[in-house]
């Protein structure tokens, strides 16, 4: 335990900053990628760039966080933010999309060891009536590097170059392994153990499979193809493999006995569906933004900022009262948030006034941000230290695997949605084919000013009305699984965190 209060501020700083490095790293990419391609090349290879860092973080989520139980926080977190480095360093210089992808897959092995051991850093420093002001502080970071990344990512690209999107992670993460190095000084007792290599290799191998399988079918590949079927049909052979190995391990990469624990399963659950929905926030508000409304690049990040600062305050305030009442009317709190805005934005229409997409934004942005602090304090509530790098590491991996099957389910979804409404808008137009309109006037013109102008309005009107209509209505059908949120919540149980009662002087 850090004894000093200064010393206590400097390491928590240390913390924020590596978080804020990682979490913000896939978003902040995303929004380069057109010029990164441009400049390089390969946009047949340009998926490999996102899903290259989003497989390595993910697959080393559960093994960094056991190994930091094994062995302890520091050194762990240490050996990620310098591999983020070296991987950001490396990704910078990278001469073809082959070699970018490369780096990205080394920057994603240190991403995965920071999220997970900082908030378990956390809870070895802090007594629980101080736990939750914390992590509320980290979950908001968390939350708004969602929302931060896009805005910085497109004024990175124009105004410097690409290359600083990767550089620019080198002077914050040696600042926080500065920090982390110097005035965190770890006093738990950790003990070797056998490592579980049977489930960290079949662990690794089902995640990449099904990864791969989620990024390629449909776009590389149809979803019947021999190559899609093979991915999902290796993740199902290695993930049961993998919870095999689970059972009979003496010290396994994730103690199943967890998930017997009612607060722990609905945990990593929540954190799952919470995952799913809140990214399609993130992709499909700017796009509407741009599309939709006819607003630049910049305009688009920038109207994330009030979903940023709804999800900042919402996971703030869950975190201060966290000692105060149960997790459960906590994200009670949350979900009811979230259901009202995320009914809103789907209402929405090209003729929706900007104010109201600004409050539909803070809405859903207040009610996800609870999800930041409650969820990861949740999963080690009441656990020994030994089992809190893997129980919050399982919290961060299924909440950004969530976001990897939403992305793909819900994306596809707008996508039909869209060219379904795009056919059915210019159906008798063009000797009654529809598709030859269609082609004329690609619709990924309505996101550049010059050649939205080109596009005659009653053209433009009707590609505009169907982005609408498909967006919104990808939005009403995330109310699916935050419905099925809701019903989680109610089988959190009763569970608080107890704050150490002062003994009578």
Not at 139 to 151: I, R
Not at 158 to 170: A, P, R
Not at 223 to 238: E, M, V
Request: aromatic fraction near 14%.
């Amino acid at each position: 335990m850090i004894k000093k209060d200064s010393n206590l501020k400097l390491v928590v700083a240390g913390l924020l900053l590596g978080i804020l490095m990682s979490a913000m790293d896939n978003t902040i990419v995303a929004t380069a990628m057109g010029t990164i391609v441009s400049d390089l090349g390969g946009f047949d290879k340009f998926i490999w760039v996102t899903s290259a860092y989003m497989v390595a973080v993910m697959a080393g989520m559960p093994i960094f966080g056991k190994l930091s139980d094994m062995y302890g926080r520091k050194q762990f977190f240490i050996f990620g933010l310098v591999v983020f480095l070296v991987g950001s360093a490396l990704c910078g210089i990278a001469q073809s999309i082959v070699q970018l992808s490369i780096y990205r897959a080394i920057q994603g092995i240190g991403g995965g060891a920071l999220m997970p051991i900082a908030f378990t850093i956390v809870f070895d420093i802090f007594p629980p009536e101080n736990r939750g002001k914390m992590t509320g502080l980290l979950g908001a970071v968390f939350g708004a590097s969602s929302v931060l990344g896009p805005l910085l990512g497109a004024y990175i690209t124009d105004y410097i170059s690409w290359h600083w999107v990767f550089y620019v992670n080198v002077p914050i993460g040696i600042f926080s392994l500065f920090l982390i190095g110097r005035f965190y000084k770890e006093s738990l007792q950790h003990s070797k153990q056998k490592i579980d290599w049977i489930g960290a290799i079949t662990l690794v191998i089902s995640v990449v499979s099904l990864m791969f399988a989620l990024e390629l079918g449909g776009k590389e590949y149809d979803w019947n193809s021999i190559q899609i079927i093979s991915l999902f049909a290796g993740f199902f052979i290695f993930f049961v493999t993998f919870f095999i190995a689970e059972l009979k391990a003496k010290e396994p990469i994730l103690p199943l006995w967890l998930f017997k624990k009612r607060l722990f399963a609905t945990s990593q659950f929540l954190a799952f569906l919470y995952g799913a929905t809140f990214i399609i926030l993130t992709v499909f508000i700017p796009i509407f933004v741009q599309a939709v409304y006819g607003g630049t690049a910049k305009n688009a990040g920038l109207i994330l900022t009030p979903m940023m600062l709804g999800s900042v305050a919402g996971s703030s305030v869950g975190g201060i009262f966290l000692t105060k009442t149960s997790f459960r009317n906590l994200m009670f709190i949350s979900i009811v948030s979230y259901i009202i805005g995320m009914v809103c934005l789907g209402t929405m229409t090209p003729d929706t006034a900007r104010y109201l997409l600004t409050i539909y934004m803070i809405l859903v942005g207040f009610g996800v941000g609870f999800s930041f602090s409650l969820l990861p304090t949740a999963s080690i509530h009441n656990l020994e230290p030994q089992f809190r790098g893997s129980a919050n590491s399982t919290n961060a991996f299924l909440r950004s695997f969530g976001m990897t099957i939403g992305v793909t389910i819900f994306g596809t979804i707008q996508n039909n949605l869209f060219t379904d409404k795009l056919k059915d808008a210019f159906k008798g137009m063009q000797g009654g084919g529809g598709t030859s309109m269609f082609k004329m006037n690609d619709p990924r013109q309505i996101f550049e000013a010059s050649e939205r102008s080109k596009i005659p309005s009653f053209i433009l009107n009707k590609i505009v009305q169907a982005m609408s209509d498909s967006i919104t209505h990808t939005f009403i059908l995330t109310l699916i699984p935050i419905a099925i949120a809701a019903i989680t919540i109610f089988f959190m149980g009763k569970a608080k965190v107890e704050g150490v009662k002062k003994a009578a002087s």
